[in-house]
């Protein structure tokens, strides 16, 4: 498809989201405006307006809706989902804890931070023929780090939920934050120390028990195929959790530019970065080699995400603009 510019922000963009159908594109920015545009990938070049926008966030779990009639998004202290026909509230309701679905829609595992009883719970719902059925619920405790850890008195807090793309596993993401007075968590962090550890728990989809476990620093992005993507400043590292047993693959951008934003594709072949060069940079996954650059006069690009069919890429500047473009132009 011809390159296609979409309007409609004055603020950069933060994130990006395709309805599954490859119909819609939505965003939001450092404001709390959610916006949608009516995307036919196959239309012709030129400059677009959105659908509709909307007071609101996508947080992590905020989607479109599997019929794709409806995109859920965070308020304030609210879930919504709004009508992508109308742009009007149809369903309103108090903040969920997070939930993933699985790339088959066979399972759909969801997280409960239980206060009172003080421990992180997951339940996995498996679909059997039009029914729903819960099959495991796992616990894990929120207890504080080991004594003396530099990790000492701070619990494990949830961060994320994902699938592996063949469904079989689930990486659970938790983070202990150090316990540091403000001036040393500052040095630490000029001097490019961590002020977190990221636990990571794979899981058997099936049963909920542990495959593997990691720990690290914290990663920015889960692949299809279970890796881990750590992004920081010019370079990026890519760790996979179905072979701890092996070093993380680095890569450092050629420009000496920051890292800003990373998706895979859908197949999790292509791996694709946006960075302070103004370029979106595709990888190939099998030798993590860069196979193709681009570039737009649009600014510094700060999101990017990946159509359903692979084909098709759509990047978010730091001018509010989002370009649409062929992967393999």
């Known amino acids: 498809m011809p390159m296609r510019i979409l309007t409609g922000r004055d603020i950069y963009i933060h994130s990006l989201r395709f309805s599954s159908d490859g119909r819609f594109l939505a965003s939001d920015g450092y404001t709390p405006i959610v916006r949608y545009w ?9 400059e677009a307006s959105p659908k509709h926008s909307v007071e609101g966030q996508l947080n992590h779990g905020d989607d479109f ?29 108090p903040r969920l804890d997070t939930g993933e679905t699985s790339p088959n829609r ?35 405790p929120r207890t504080p780090a080991p004594t003396g850890d530099i990790w000492d008195g701070r619990e494990e807090y949830f961060s994320r939920l ?21 001036e040393e968590a500052v040095q630490r962090v000029r001097g490019g120390r961590p002020i977190e550890q990221e636990i990571v728990r794979v899981l058997n989809t099936e049963t909920g028990q542990d495959v593997a476990e990691c720990r690290g620093e914290r990663s920015t ?3 299809p195929n279970g890796e881990l993507l750590y992004l920081r400043g010019p370079s990026f590292r890519i760790l996979d959790t179905s072979r701890l047993d092996q070093p993380a693959i680095t890569r450092t951008n050629s420009s000496g530019e920051e890292y800003t ?18 370029t979106v940079t595709m990888w190939d996954t099998a030798t ?24 098709t890429c ?10 649409l473009f062929d992967v393999d132009a």
């Open 221 to 223: 992005l889960t692949g």
């Open 106 to 140: 066979q399972w759909t595992v969801s997280h409960e931070n239980v206060l009172l009883a003080d421990v992180h719970r997951l339940r996995a719902v498996c679909r059997v023929g039009r029914r729903r059925v819960e099959r495991w619920t796992r616990e894990f």
């Open 38 to 46: 009516f995307v036919n990938v196959w239309q012709v070049s030129g």
């Open 314 to 323: 759509a990047a978010g500047s730091d001018t509010g603009k989002v370009v």
């Open 65 to 93: 809706t599997p019929d794709n009639r409806k995109l859920r998004l965070t308020q304030s202290n609210r879930r919504i989902a709004l009508s992508l026909a109308t742009g009007k509230v149809v369903l309103a309701a």
């Open 261 to 278: 934003a990373a998706a895979f594709s859908p197949d999790g072949k292509l791996f694709a970065t946006t960075s302070n060069d103004a």
């Open 162 to 182: 994902g699938f592996v793309a063949d469904g079989t596993r689930i990486l659970v993401v938790f983070m202990r934050y150090g316990n540091f007075p403000i």
């Open 288 to 311: 993590w080699e860069p196979i193709r650059q681009f570039g737009w006069e649009i600014g510094r690009l700060r999101a990017v995400a990946f159509a359903p069919d692979g084909l």
